[in-house]
């Protein structure tokens, strides 16, 4: 599937409850899915963000970089509904709105990856996939959670994905790294994401895992989803990213699109570019000196 054939990300059946459909805007074409505009966030004295935009459409990876402190965290509590922005504006499908909740994000078809998956690892792939939206069958006391059903439907939503995993019966927790961020990028698939943030997904991941993660998420994007990648890896990035936002201390430090950069200058950019190169000059070796200098 090329780019061009992707959905526009709206709502599937049995998505998100209160997704709305993407209208299209005046000139025809569907607004972004998420956009930010000169968002900021106070903590008491401390501004964590100041003039910070983003844009997420549908089909498309948004790579979020910076190193610690640069206010990643900050940007996904934001789009995620845990924080409320003070300044500047947060849209959804082109309407103002302004999250309360992340239960709000997740009606509105706005998922977050956090790095820590919060999962159970003693429980099994299943009711991990499962976890606070277990279906049931009966009625009254007769009530018990349909486990046929979850297991059916988590190897069938997984495979879709193209994650094939020996068996959904073991503990998630006995699953390598990638494969459990591949598990939780499967499930808001499922439920009817149209959103999706990924909070450092490969951060603790080895080469081989990280490019399981990467194909996962390129599967996210190919769905229709719109794809917001926090990341400190610029090659991580450069392969999946179809636009990339630097941080730095709270303030944008870039903001390309893939055409516009190069993997060369992302990576100089994310280092610091000319603080770098000032650096290089102030710790360079000063040449000792030879016999006779500085002698009359």
Not at 96 to 102: D, G, K, W
Not at 177 to 190: T, Y
């Amino acid at each position: 599937m090329t780019r061009d054939d992707r959905t526009t990300g709206e709502a599937r059946p049995g998505g998100a409850p209160g997704a709305r459909r993407t209208a299209p805007d005046a000139a025809g074409a569907a607004p972004p899915l998420v956009e930010l505009e000169d968002v900021g966030k106070d903590y008491g004295t401390v501004r964590a963000l100041d003039g910070v935009s983003l844009t997420v459409r549908a089909g498309e990876i948004t790579c979020v970089l910076g190193d610690n402190g640069a206010g990643k965290s900050t940007l996904i509590k934001i789009v995620s509904g845990l924080h409320q922005h003070d300044g500047g504006t947060f849209r959804i499908d082109g309407e103002e709105v302004r999250l309360t909740s992340p239960r709000q994000a997740l009606d509105r078809g706005i998922a977050t990856v956090y790095q820590d998956l919060a999962v159970v690892p003693l429980m099994p792939v299943w009711r991990n996939f499962f976890l606070g939206s277990e279906p049931v069958r009966g009625r009254g006391p007769l009530r018990r959670l349909d486990t046929a059903a979850m297991r059916r439907t988590t190897r069938e939503a997984l495979l879709r994905m193209g994650i094939d995993l020996r068996d959904v019966d073991q503990p998630i927790g006995t699953l390598s790294g990638g494969e459990r961020q591949s598990v939780a990028i499967a499930r808001a698939v499922h439920f009817g994401a149209r959103v999706l943030v990924l909070d450092e997904p490969t951060a603790a991941l080895g080469v081989k895992q990280a490019g399981v993660v990467l194909r996962y998420v390129a599967a996210a994007r190919d769905r229709g989803l719109g794809v917001v990648l926090i990341t400190h890896n610029p090659h991580h990035a450069h392969l999946v990213g179809d636009r990339f936002v630097l941080l730095k201390r709270g303030t944008m430090a870039g903001s390309h699109t893939r055409d516009r950069i190069t993997l060369d200058e992302l990576t100089r950019q994310m280092a610091g570019g000319s603080e770098l190169e000032q650096l290089g000059h102030e710790l360079a070796r000063t040449p000792a000196p030879g016999p006779g200098d500085g002698e009359g």
